[in-house]
């Protein structure tokens, strides 16, 4: 137990020498910001397109509300998700090719032990980053406008927070069985580009954990489930980390 708290130590160590918690913490909380200030300015922002267009008026159709602060919020945290797995794609590759792995290893850290920490602490970058940029953004949106006419949006955050969990445990996976940050990248795409097409048939995207995306639906409308992609995340997540074990057991570091 000892010598996991001091690997998890270093990995938080690690993700602060290397910069990564200062880019990722500034780009949240800047899209944070930005979600409830484009939605507070886009009145303003057609009223000059106007105004330097003569002859094409454009103009808002309803009032702005909570609910498109909101709104830019989910559009925009699909761009901080991006980021997030491109900076921590390099979360055991790095390792592989300077060799600090196989020092731990040697010393005799349980291969299992490193699955668990570097899971645990990119969920944990993820976590803080992720709240901490929708609690800008309520905080701006509860100051602007009434958010108690937004009843489900905490439900929507919470949905695709889940959703980004999924996305630490298919990094982890192709993490470890890859080689080089591009290829995690190049894999982790893939998954993406399935499960867009896949998510085109009728009535198979409710079951995929990509749906989870599509919570802000919940703002919206009634009537939209996630029951379904929540249980298929939670199933394939786990499966991708248990999966990621015996496979980094076998291979040669």
């Given at each position: 137990?000892?010598?996991?708290?001091?690997?998890?130590?270093?990995?938080?160590?690690?993700?602060?020498?290397?910069?990564?918690?200062?880019?990722?913490?500034?780009?949240?909380?800047?899209?944070?910001?930005?979600?409830?200030?484009?939605?507070?300015?886009?009145?303003?922002?057609?009223?000059?397109?106007?105004?330097?267009?003569?002859?094409?008026?454009?103009?808002?159709?309803?009032?702005?509300?909570?609910?498109?602060?909101?709104?830019?919020?989910?559009?925009?945290?699909?761009?901080c998700l991006i980021?997030?797995?491109?900076?921590?794609?390099?979360?055991?590759?790095?390792?592989?090719?300077?060799?600090?792995?196989?020092?731990?290893?040697?010393?005799?850290?349980?291969?299992?032990k490193v699955i668990?920490?570097?899971?645990?602490?990119?969920?944990?970058?993820?976590?803080?980053?992720?709240?901490?940029?929708?609690?800008?953004?309520?905080?701006?949106?509860?100051?602007?406008?009434?958010?108690?006419?937004?009843?489900?949006?905490?439900?929507?955050?919470?949905?695709?927070?889940?959703?980004?969990?999924?996305?630490?445990?298919?990094?982890?996976?192709?993490?470890?069985?890859?080689?080089?940050?591009?290829?995690?990248?190049?894999?982790?795409?893939?998954?993406?580009?399935?499960?867009?097409?896949?998510?085109?048939?009728?009535?198979?995207?409710?079951?995929?954990?990509?749906?989870?995306?599509?919570?802000?639906?919940?703002?919206?409308?009634?009537?939209?489930?996630?029951?379904?992609?929540?249980?298929?995340?939670a199933v394939t997540?786990?499966?991708?980390?248990?999966?990621?074990?015996?496979?980094?057991?076998?291979?040669?570091?």
């Amino acid at each position: 137990m000892r010598q996991f708290k001091a690997f998890t130590k270093k990995e938080f160590t690690d993700q602060f020498r290397s910069g990564k918690l200062f880019i990722l913490g500034a780009v949240f909380i800047f899209f944070g910001i930005m979600s409830p200030a484009l939605a507070k300015l886009m009145p303003k922002l057609l009223e000059m397109i106007s105004a330097e267009d003569a002859g094409y008026v454009v103009t808002m159709t309803k009032e702005v509300t909570a609910a498109d602060s909101f709104d830019q919020f989910f559009k925009n945290i699909s761009t901080c998700l991006i980021l997030f797995v491109i900076l921590e794609s390099g979360i055991f590759t790095k390792e592989y090719s300077s060799g600090t792995l196989l020092l731990s290893l040697t010393r005799g850290l349980e291969r299992r032990k490193v699955i668990i920490s570097k899971t645990f602490v990119l969920a944990a970058v993820w976590t803080v980053c992720y709240w901490l940029c929708f609690g800008v953004t309520l905080g701006y949106s509860a100051y602007f406008w009434d958010i108690s006419a937004v009843p489900d949006v905490m439900t929507a955050a919470l949905l695709w927070w889940i959703y980004g969990l999924w996305f630490t445990a298919v990094v982890v996976f192709f993490s470890v069985l890859m080689r080089t940050a591009t290829a995690v990248l190049a894999c982790t795409g893939a998954v993406y580009l399935g499960y867009t097409l896949l998510g085109m048939i009728p009535r198979l995207g409710e079951y995929l954990p990509a749906h989870l995306a599509s919570s802000q639906k919940l703002i919206h409308a009634e009537g939209y489930t996630f029951t379904a992609a929540l249980i298929a995340a939670a199933v394939t997540g786990v499966l991708l980390i248990a999966a990621s074990v015996p496979v980094f057991d076998r291979k040669s570091i």
